[in-house]
């Protein structure tokens, strides 16, 4: 009787347990589907940016493209045509990002500004620090987002040397 005891409460452990997995997979579903359904930033998108003057809202220098990775554990690395740095001047920059609203986002970056160089008519000078992009993206449907940013610069003991904004459209990679 024993033996036959300890067989019938081992079979209702394993019931139990396949039907706590099954259920978990109904439960893990829907927040599959809710995240797809509002968009995710998971992959690899193509970015416009244009510069403009926070206070006025006036463009500065024409748009020009970056590269923006959005990883799934919410790291970011990100990279940019910015024709305002000299060629090696600007390390790609790194990051993280997190949801902020149902389709919003945070996301913060940081790169290196390898070496300084003088200002070349409107292009101005850039001292060897660090860039700090701090963006918030509101995804718009299908594969694109938007997004407002400040920019900050800094020298290598984090003192802002100046700050900027700008605005960007992305379209998700494909």
């Known amino acids: ?3 036959k ?18 259920l978990s997979l109904g439960v893990m579903q829907p927040a599959t ?4 359904a509002h968009g995710s930033l ?3 998108w193509r970015v416009q940016v244009q510069q403009y003057e926070c206070a006025t809202d006036i463009p500065i220098g024409l748009p020009f493209a970056s590269f923006l990775t959005f990883g799934s554990d919410r790291t970011l690395v990100e990279t940019t045509a910015n024709p305002t740095f000299e ?11 997190n949801r902020t609203g149902r389709d919003d986002f945070r996301a913060v970056s940081e790169a290196f500004i390898i070496f300084a160089s003088p200002a070349r008519g409107p292009i101005p000078a850039f001292s060897a620090g660090r860039q700090r992009i701090e963006q918030n993206i509101e995804y718009a449907g299908g594969d694109t987002f938007k ?3 400040i920019v900050e610069f800094t020298d290598p003991s984090g003192t802002v040397l100046r700050s900027g904004c700008a605005r960007a459209s ?5």
Do not use: C, K
């Open 5 to 22: 005891m300890t067989s019938q409460i081992r079979a209702l452990g394993v019931y139990v347990a396949v039907g706590l997995g099954v």
């Open 147 to 149: 997004a407002d940013a």
């Open 170 to 174: 992305a379209a998700r990679m494909e």
């Open 33 to 36: 589907a809710d995240a797809a």
């Open 87 to 97: 060629p090696g001047q600007r390390s790609a920059g790194h990051g993280f990002w």
């Open 1 to 3: 009787m024993n033996i």
């Open 42 to 44: 998971t992959g690899t």
